[in-house]
């Protein structure tokens, strides 16, 4: 079993930054890709990043590459998500999650644990 609790997130402006953090407890953190997805009100759960087991592959969504970085320190059973640029329509619940696999996906079905996620909001 792992256990995700993700923290970082807030109320910041058009055009600030944040930055999400992910602790993860339990079994070795090493093995697993990681996710981060968020969910708006009234709209599906998207992906927004992911980091294989390396943390040498990563992929990011179209609407936020560029402006966010994600990252993972094994050493330190975390994954961080470093939102840079932020919109108005970043607003939503972030959700870090891990799968038990060695490369990159990104179907929210194929991720085995999911954190309580953590509110972001960006006002214009």
């Known amino acids: 079993q792992v256990q995700l609790v993700e923290s970082g997130g807030g109320l910041v402006q058009a055009g600030g930054s944040l930055r999400l953090s992910c602790a993860a407890s339990?079994?070795?953190?090493?093995?697993?890709?990681m996710g981060w997805f968020r969910q708006a009100p009234g709209k599906e759960r998207e992906i927004v990043a992911a980091?294989?087991?390396?943390?040498?592959?990563?992929y990011y969504e179209y609407s936020v590459r560029g402006r966010f970085t994600i990252s993972r320190d094994n050493a330190k059973n975390s994954a961080y998500l470093q939102m840079n640029s932020l919109k108005p329509e970043d607003t939503a619940v972030y959700y870090c999650?891990?799968?038990?696999?060695?490369?990159?996906?990104?179907?929210?079905?194929?991720?085995?644990?999911w954190g309580q996620g953590t509110q972001v909001t960006v006002s214009s």
């Open positions: 999650a891990a799968a038990r696999r060695i490369a990159i996906t990104t179907a929210d079905y194929e991720y085995d644990y």
């Open positions: 339990g079994r070795t953190f090493g093995i697993y890709t």
């Open positions: 980091i294989s087991k390396s943390g040498s592959n990563s």
